[in-house]
């Protein structure tokens, strides 16, 4: 057996963060990011987190903004838009013989 230790078998675990530090970190930010700066907790445990403290344990905690990307809203119509821009013509021209069948 090798005393060697191979990196990729051993999963760093996330920082310990207690729930009081966790809450005066979470009412003291501005962002979701930016708790997670301050933590060392990942965005989404985060979000999770605060979600389970409001939900599950009656803690008010402030609402944060959705944000997503760099820092921009989603507009969902938008990016529908985008995805049938981009989707090959081949599909397009197969879904509109299927929708002139069920019309005739």
């Not at 403290?53 to 990307?69: A, C, D, F, S, V």
């Amino acid at each position: 057996m090798s005393d060697t230790l191979n990196v990729k078998d051993e999963k760093v675990r996330a920082p310990s963060v207690d729930a009081a530090t966790f809450v005066r970190i979470y009412q003291t930010s501005g962002s979701v990011a930016e708790v997670s700066e301050r933590t060392g907790l990942a965005t989404h445990t985060v979000s999770q987190r605060a979600s389970l403290y409001r939900t599950k344990r009656n803690i008010n905690l402030k609402e944060m903004p959705r944000l997503t990307g760099k820092g921009a809203r989603v507009d969902w119509d938008e990016l529908r838009a985008l995805a049938d821009e981009l989707r090959p013509a081949e599909e397009v021209s197969e879904e509109a013989e299927v929708v002139s069948e069920d019309t005739a």
